[in-house]
T-cell receptor
């Protein structure tokens, strides 16, 4: 699996967009980018995934650069409840649960 | 989390005793997983199941066994608990083998003294 690099922490004001970057410069053509988050003391929660096109769902948007070497998760209007650890994962499916959760980015949303 | 329940939520046990953690789902998903989460290690896969009576080892399976006699239940057993197995244990379910759309339980905090 391609290695991912994320900043250890980020801050965001409530109501503003939170843009979380992920670098995956060694990604191969058949690897997807997945994002999960983990709110304190809870199990991880799936957010979104993509291959090369930008994706949007009710939770977030995923922007993948044309060369696919990096991506950005966008929470358009961050709330206090979005404070969590965000994990960027690169993986070829199927995985049989073999997701590699690294250290992620601790996002703190401030009032 | 909706559709997946872990029990117990908290447990303290003594070294050398057997412990069983239960994961119960109401989603009829085929795939179920047990992870442990420790500071500095992220989540690590212990065992997984791809159907009734079909299970396989993950990356940290030593000291753990699992059973799945029904679609809805996936049991994790520590045959003889050790202090190194003090951790938070998460169960997850998924409809497919793809790494998206996993639903995780709320976790079991196990302390072995």
């Amino acid at each position: 699996d391609a290695k991912t690099t994320q900043p250890p922490s980020m801050d965001c004001a409530e109501g503003r967009a939170a843009n979380l970057p992920c670098n995956h410069s060694t990604i191969s053509g058949n690897e997807y980018v997945y994002w999960y988050r983990q709110i304190h003391s809870q199990g991880p929660q799936y957010i979104i995934h993509g291959l090369k096109n930008n994706e949007t769902n009710e939770m977030a948007s995923l922007i993948i650069t044309e060369d696919r070497k990096s991506s950005t998760l966008i929470l358009p209007h961050a709330t206090l409840r979005d404070t969590a650890v965000y994990y960027c994962i690169v993986r070829v499916g199927p995985s049989y649960g073999k997701l590699t959760f690294g250290q992620g980015t601790i996002l703190t949303v401030h009032p | 989390d909706a559709g997946i329940t872990q029990s117990p939520r908290h447990k303290v046990t003594e070294t050398g005793t057997p412990v069983t953690l239960r994961c119960h789902q109401t989603e009829n998903h085929r795939y179920m997983y047990w992870y442990r989460q420790d500071p500095g290690h992220g989540l690590r896969l212990i065992h997984y199941s791809y159907g009734v009576k079909d299970t396989d080892k993950g990356e940290v399976s030593d000291g753990y066994s699992v059973s799945r006699s029904k679609t809805e239940d996936f049991l994790l057993t520590l045959e003889s608990a050790t202090s190194s197995q003090t951790s938070v244990y998460f169960c997850a379910i998924s409809e497919s083998r793809d790494p998206w759309g996993y639903t995780f339980g709320s976790g079991t905090r196990l302390t072995v003294v």
